[in-house]
């Protein structure tokens, strides 16, 4: 909530205010009649004290002009000008004496007990809806009364806004302010301002007061101004003119994007965004007119909200009437839908499956095409000789010792670019690169990694070796187990490089990883992995990684769709790796953004392939409203085929990983539908029952809410016609003065 005020202070004079801060434990002066108590703040002009009216008891505050080289007279005058023309208007702070004679001169002024707004704000962070209603209403309805009065604020925020005992909102701080029929230019504050103000031959206008105040509603909602970002902040404090300053300003307003943040709440109503929307508008021709249109919009918005309950009524009556009549049809239509439901379900089951099943079968043949594929290029001699001749090198060992030393991190970045240029370690990309290009397995990228986990070469259609360099001994692929190894619950480092080697922690066979997201695509994928092996000796991992999406291969339909689940062991479980939703987003964001990837660990799906529910509720239906409903499913786990040396052939062995085939159960039970023709005469009777109660209450609705806006509307034009009598009345005692 710190404000970016437009008025700045010198050097000296940052150092005087901070000396006087360290210092102040007496007042400026004695003042008659008054008993100081405490410094209650300080600026650019001087500081604010607390004291008691002796005469009255009263708790007063008063100001000091301590700074006489910072102060503009000619302004204070007006400015005290401006509150006397004020006395008792509860909107605004009163001033109840002045002393310009005294050294140094000061002003007295209602002391208000719970400090500003913005003191609020900063408790508080945010109102709740109804209260920042309420204090945008009381603030409007105080500037109102100061337009009335021929006074524009120009300086309106959370800052010189104070609240009374009874949290009412009382006005302050007429520095800026300015008389209607004035000329001079007023700077307001940062973010605050609306952007033609931020001109030093602006002429003053009561839309900047509209500005100001819809964004202090803003800020009330959602804890900051529009329109302030870092960005606009750094570019305004990089200025080093008040008048370039002032241009950044407004084009920075200009050109930004329509705030949202206000609309992203969910207790923000459309028609209270729009008002906001309205306040806020750069243009000025798209704002508000007046203070009173906005009073009127809000008036406006409550008559609509306080409409909803007799429109509510019209709309629940006949249900409710419709739902006593159903009953009388509700047996007889329960005892046959329940019979045809589960028959058509059990069939839809069997059909489920069997899909499933010619899913998974083709996700198993390019399982199988992987680890075929790693699984021969890691047993390959022509490969083995020159990885081991790389890994020899004495240049390159050099670097993957002080690469695997996890004390090394501030000299890893120029490592890593150091051994991404060596030419002993490119040899190992022109296997990878025929592999890459290999179309008859649809890999996303090859990798190898050396045996301390360290990626020795990688390679993917885009021709990038990012990660080349990086330690993966962390990850599934390498180490074989159910889970990346983490140093700590919340995942954020991996495990120490040291500890993974001395415990030996990697595959001794070939592996499935579970899904992950790579660093490079910012995709899920998961990797097919085999351990290269010397004999006895473990050198290192050589894997193919696919992404999710391409494993299984379904015409996804509007009522009939596949997914992807990993039932295996560990904090993966149950998690949704394929779905329709995640390939649209990947189709349409290709690499995967970060505000994307939070989403996709997914929903969890609660099953056991043992116990399949008769019907399925789909977790991603929260975010897409088609998948809403209840679904039908089919259940069947990808399985790949190994060469058994013991039995000498071929078997299969499971992967834990299911492809689950959903089909709409409305779909399937459309002909449950015909057994409505059954209940046909009950149900036109209860229509046309529903009908006439229908039209008695929507009659008495439409009555009362058309009662409900005329009386708003004679309530504010018999406002807006004593406005405008006030405003007369001002303006003749001025022409005639």
């Known amino acids: 909530?710190?404000?970016?005020?437009?008025?700045?202070?010198?050097?000296?004079?940052?150092?005087?205010?901070?000396?006087?801060?360290?210092?102040?434990?007496?007042?400026?002066?004695?003042?008659?009649?008054?008993?100081?108590?405490?410094?209650?703040?300080?600026?650019?002009?001087?500081?604010?004290?607390?004291?008691?009216?002796?005469?009255?008891?009263?708790?007063?505050?008063?100001?000091?002009?301590?700074?006489?080289?910072?102060?503009?007279?000619?302004?204070?005058?007006?400015?005290?000008?401006?509150?006397?023309?004020?006395?008792?208007?509860?909107?605004?702070?009163?001033?109840?004496?002045?002393?310009?004679?005294?050294?140094?001169?000061?002003?007295?002024?209602?002391?208000?007990?719970?400090?500003?707004?913005?003191?609020?704000?900063?408790?508080?962070?945010?109102?709740?809806?109804?209260?920042?209603?309420?204090?945008?209403?009381?603030?409007?309805?105080?500037?109102?009364?100061?337009?009335?009065?021929?006074?524009?604020?120009?300086?309106?925020?959370?800052?010189?806004?104070?609240?009374?005992?009874?949290?009412?909102?009382?006005?302050?701080?007429?520095?800026?302010?300015?008389?209607?029929?004035?000329?001079?230019?007023?700077?307001?504050?940062?973010?605050?301002?609306?952007?033609?103000?931020?001109?030093?031959?602006?002429?003053?206008?009561?839309?900047?007061?509209?500005?100001?105040?819809?964004?202090?509603?803003?800020?009330?909602?959602?804890?900051?101004?529009?329109?302030?970002?870092?960005?606009?902040?750094?570019?305004?404090?990089?200025?080093?003119?008040?008048?370039?300053?002032?241009?950044?300003?407004?084009?920075?307003?200009?050109?930004?994007?329509?705030?949202?943040?206000?609309?992203?709440?969910?207790?923000?109503?459309k028609s209270l965004a729009d008002i906001i929307d309205r306040c806020i508008a750069p243009e000025p021709s798209k704002r508000f007119a007046d203070v009173q249109s906005i009073l009127l919009a809000l008036r406006q918005r409550e008559e609509v909200r306080a409409r909803r309950p007799i429109m509510l009524l019209g709309l629940i009556g006949p249900i409710l009437l419709l739902c006593i009549m159903s009953v009388f049809g509700f047996m007889l239509y329960n005892r046959s839908v329940d019979k045809a439901t589960q028959s058509l379900s059990d069939k839809a089951r069997e059909s489920n499956n069997w899909a499933a099943q010619f899913a998974s079968r083709t996700a198993s043949e390019e399982i199988n095409k992987f680890f075929s594929s790693v699984d021969q290029l890691a047993e390959d001699p022509e490969f083995l000789q020159v990885y081991k001749q790389v890994c020899a090198d004495p240049k390159l060992k050099e670097i993957l010792t002080k690469l695997a030393d996890p004390n090394a991190t501030e000299e890893n970045l120029d490592l890593i670019e150091e051994f991404k240029k060596n030419p002993k370690r490119e040899l190992l990309q022109k296997p990878l690169q025929k592999k890459i290009d290999d179309i008859n397995v649809k890999a996303a990228s090859w990798f190898i990694d050396d045996a301390a986990g360290t990626q020795l070469a990688y390679v993917d259609k885009t021709g990038e070796i990012k990660t080349v360099g990086k330690n993966y001994s962390w990850r599934t692929y390498f180490s074989g187990l159910a889970d990346d190894i983490k140093s700590d619950d919340s995942g954020s480092q991996p495990y120490p490089i040291s500890n993974a080697i001395s415990k030996r922690v990697h595959i001794e066979h070939s592996n499935l990883s579970t899904p992950f997201i790579s660093q490079a695509s910012q995709r899920w994928k998961v990797a097919f992995s085999a351990p290269i092996f010397d004999g006895d000796e473990f050198l290192g991992v050589i894997g193919a990684t696919v992404h999710c999406s391409d494993l299984v291969t379904f015409p996804d339909k509007f009522d009939q769709y596949a997914m992807l689940v990993d039932l295996r062991e560990g904090k993966n479980k149950g998690s949704i790796f394929v779905h329709p939703l995640f390939k649209t987003i990947e189709a349409e964001n290709a690499p995967l953004p970060k505000s994307q990837k939070k989403m996709l660990p997914r929903k969890i799906v609660d099953i056991e392939p043992s116990d399949v529910p008769l019907t399925f509720l789909d977790p991603l239906a929260e975010s897409e409203s088609k998948y809403a409903g209840q679904w039908v499913m089919g259940i069947h786990e990808i399985e790949r085929t190994i060469f058994d040396s013991i039995k000498s052939g071929l078997k299969s062995k499971k992967t834990g990983l299911y492809v689950l085939l959903l089909e709409k159960a409305d779909s399937i039970l459309k002909p449950v539908n015909d057994l409505g023709r059954q209940i046909l005469i009950l149900g036109l009777i209860s229509v046309l029952t529903i009908v006439l109660v229908g039209v008695c209450l929507w009659f008495l609705a439409i009555r009362t809410a058309k009662d409900s806006r005329e009386r708003v509307s004679r309530t504010f034009r018999s406002a807006t016609e004593t406005i405008t009598l006030e405003r007369s009345k001002s303006t003749y005692v001025k022409r005639d003065s």
């Not at 509150?83 to 002391?111: E, I, K």
Request: glycine share 6%; hydrophobic share 40%; proline share 6%.
């Open 1 to 269: 909530m710190d404000a970016d005020l437009t008025q700045f202070q010198s050097p000296d004079e940052q150092e005087r205010a901070e000396k006087l801060s360290r210092e102040g434990n007496q007042p400026p002066a004695d003042i008659p009649g008054y008993d100081i108590q405490v410094l209650v703040g300080s600026g650019a002009y001087g500081e604010v004290w607390s004291a008691i009216d002796r005469n009255t008891g009263r708790k007063v505050a008063i100001k000091f002009y301590s700074r006489r080289s910072a102060v503009d007279f000619s302004l204070l005058t007006r400015e005290v000008e401006k509150l006397a023309s004020l006395a008792a208007d509860r909107y605004v702070v009163q001033l109840l004496d002045v002393g310009w004679d005294a050294s140094p001169p000061f002003y007295v002024m209602d002391f208000i007990e719970n400090g500003s707004l913005e003191d609020e704000l900063r408790r508080c962070g945010t109102f709740s809806i109804e209260e920042a209603v309420e204090m945008f209403q009381e603030v409007a309805i105080g500037l109102m009364h100061l337009h009335n009065k021929g006074i524009l604020h120009c300086d309106l925020k959370p800052g010189n806004v104070l609240l009374d005992t009874d949290q009412k909102p009382r006005l302050a701080d007429f520095g800026q302010s300015r008389l209607s029929s004035e000329q001079a230019p007023a700077l307001g504050t940062l973010f605050y301002m609306a952007p033609e103000q931020a001109n030093l031959d602006a002429v003053p206008d009561a839309r900047w007061d509209v500005f100001a105040l819809g964004c202090l509603m803003y800020c009330m909602v959602t804890g900051a101004p529009p329109y302030r970002t870092d960005g606009i902040t750094e570019q305004l404090e990089s200025a080093n003119e008040l008048s370039e300053r002032l241009r950044r300003y407004q084009i920075a307003l200009k050109t930004a994007n329509p705030p949202r943040a206000h609309r992203d709440i969910p207790e923000v109503d």
